[in-house]
């Protein structure tokens, strides 16, 4: 029930964690990350677009915005009080808050996806990926919430704790309210989003391809894999691909801070995500920079793709 005198969809994020009887702590690392948003968009709307200078785990140029965003996170969630670890796409190794792990959680996160994106004005967006405890190298089946905010035309977030996936918009006041509830994926869709480059996709990523484009897919790609994910969750159909490369087999998405939040919330709205060959979330990560190809989206075309695959490569 919606709080007396406001209707369902003015409840704000924390009431809403509330009403779901949601882990208090849990609550508090979710709304704490909520917080940490507000920065990171202002950060983002005037911030400089610079590079800072410094490179990632990846050897890849970090810009001034993707170091700003994962200061602000950490900060964030170092002052929580309830997070034992955490680990960063931007950073090389994880990075222990507290010795005790009991009614504590940990966390993984990409503090703005897609940050390359920015300067030519595209959506991007922060993926975070929760669990309860200390380690981090689990498979994503075991998390106990996953979350993205998508800094858009409008600043969304969306989140499961394993009840469902739901949507709050970020309002005037910077408080982020309810607009979606238990949003669903229809089993197939009629747009796809196909990363890499096709000259180097195999003979079984082509033939899925092309049996999309026969039964009428769309392509819709933006880039950045939060706003085209959130495309798909929205639009309730569809698909989105990262998928092996002839020169590439693992793919280039990483398993902990990419593809285990987004499997989660996807199969939380009746989608289905595969590594091609099997359940993403099923995934034991051995190095918190391992990564895989995916497919994610309606489950109809989650499972023709691993079909194309088993029977073409
Ligand atoms: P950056 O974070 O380096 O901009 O990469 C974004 C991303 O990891 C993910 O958001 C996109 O889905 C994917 O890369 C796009 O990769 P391509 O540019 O190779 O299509």
């Known amino acids: 029930m919606a709080e007396a005198g406001k209707t369902r969809f003015q409840i704000n994020l924390r009431h809403f964690l509330r009403e779901r009887d949601v882990d208090r702590n849990l609550t508090r690392v979710i709304c704490e990350i909520a917080d940490a948003s507000k920065y990171i968009v202002n950060s983002i709307r005037t911030g400089d677009l610079g590079v800072a200078g410094t490179s990632n785990l990846y050897g890849e140029e970090q810009l001034a915005l993707d170091v700003l965003s994962d200061r602000i996170l950490r900060k964030r969630l170092a002052h929580s009080g309830v997070v034992a670890n955490i680990v960063s796409e931007e950073q090389p190794e994880i990075v222990p808050l507290s010795p005790d792990c009991e009614g504590k959680f940990s966390v993984a996160y990409d503090p703005l996806d897609g940050s390359s994106l920015v300067d030519v004005n595209l959506a991007v967006g922060t993926i975070v990926s929760i669990y309860a ?128 939040p987004m499997a989660f919330l996807m199969e939380q709205a009746g989608g289905a995500a595969s590594n091609g060959k099997s359940r993403i979330l099923d995934m034991v990560p051995d190095n918190i920079d391992m990564r895989a190809p995916v497919f994610i989206g309606s489950k109809d075309e989650v499972a023709l793709a691993e079909r194309c695959i088993a029977e073409q490569g």
């Open 133 to 260: 405890g200390c380690d981090l190298l689990q498979p994503g089946c075991n998390q106990a919430a996953a979350m993205y905010i998508l800094y858009g035309p409008r600043t969304t977030l969306v989140l499961s704790t394993g009840d469902g996936v739901h949507e709050f918009n970020m309002n005037q006041l910077m408080e982020y309210t309810l607009t979606r509830e238990n949003i669903q994926v229809g089993a197939s869709g009629s747009i796809y989003s196909p990363g890499g480059q096709r000259n180097k996709y195999t003979a079984g990523v082509r033939s899925f391809v092309e049996q999309l484009e026969a039964r009428g897919s769309k392509l819709r790609y933006s880039g950045g894999f939060v706003p085209d994910i959130n495309q798909v969750l929205m639009k309730g159909k569809g698909i989105f691909f990262y998928p092996h490369l002839n020169d590439t087999p693992e793919g280039k998405l990483r398993v902990l801070f990419e593809l285990n």
